[in-house]
Nanobody, 122 residues
Framework: VQLQASGGGLVQAGGSLRLSCAAS????????MGWFRQAPGKERDFVTA????????YYTDSVKGRFTISRDNAKNAMYLQMNSLKPEDTAVYYC????????????????WGQGTLVTVSS
């Protein structure tokens, strides 16, 4: 499967953005999906993940209550709604797909999108 993330941009603190991840391939609906982010000079960190059905989601503590992951298997797409954005959310955001399980472990993911930059100004 090939993934392409989009929707990043510059937003003021407190604002919102919606990221999208478009997937190619007929088997998208069988993959667990996740979002990771990488701030300048830092490692790539887990943000959120969901099962193939979207029935179970998992968030890192710093985004709980502000970010929402969702997917539309009919459209081969995944989304990340980000509200109440903070300057510390500034990073390149990557979508990823796992053939095995939804996880916060970066090594569980088999396919990656190219990333989309989110910049939150104070």
């Amino acid at each position: 499967v090939q993934l392409q993330a989009s929707g990043g941009g510059l937003v003021q603190a407190g604002g919102s953005l919606r990221l999208s991840c478009a997937a190619s391939g007929r088997t998208f609906s069988t993959y667990a999906m996740g979002w990771f982010r990488q701030a300048p000079g830092k490692e790539r960190d887990f943000v959120t993940a969901m099962t193939w059905s979207g029935g179970t989601t998992y968030y890192t503590d710093s985004v709980k209550g502000r970010f929402t992951i969702s997917r539309d298997n009919a459209k081969n797409a995944m989304y990340l709604q980000m509200n109440s954005l903070k300057p510390e959310d500034t990073a390149v955001y990557y979508c990823a797909a796992s053939r095995t399980r939804y996880s916060r472990n970066i090594r569980e993911y088999d396919y990656w999108g190219q990333g989309t930059l989110v910049t939150v100004s104070s």
